[in-house]
């Protein structure tokens, strides 16, 4: 089993950036599609970028491309959120979810087998 824990959040102004991390212990995350995905109060929780196990694609959400970067560092057993340009409407907690399935695509929730706790990221003036 893998354990993750999210950190890097915080409050920002809008325009501003923050950098979250996604870090596992207990199993080589290289192995793992890994997705971030947010949850706003009373909203579904939504997809916002994944990168693959398989080929190293990323992919984003309409709301989040051209702004948000989703890398990793296997030898870190870490996987980064950097958030650019961020909005009011990008405040949510954010999670990150990794599968040892093939993942080449950004995925839903069901996709994902094991989930961090979460990092709330609020950005207001």
């Known amino acids: 089993q893998v354990q993750l824990v999210e950190s890097g959040g915080g409050l920002v102004q809008p325009g501003g950036s923050l950098r979250l991390s996604c870090e596992a212990s207990g199993r080589s995350l290289d192995r793992y599609a890994v997705g971030w995905f947010r949850q706003a109060p009373g909203k579904e929780r939504e997809a916002v970028s994944s990168i693959s196990n398989s080929d190293g694609s990323t992919h984003y959400s309409d709301s989040v491309k051209g702004r948000f970067i989703i890398s990793r560092d296997n030898s870190k057993n870490l996987v980064y959120l950097q958030m650019n340009s961020l909005k009011p409407e990008d405040t949510a907690v954010y999670y990150c979810?990794?599968?040892?399935?093939?993942?080449?695509?950004?995925?839903?929730?069901?996709?994902?087998?094991?989930w961090g706790q979460g990092t709330q990221v609020a950005v207001s003036s």
């Open positions: 979810g990794v599968t040892r399935a093939l993942m080449e695509k950004l995925g839903s929730e069901d996709d994902y087998d094991y």
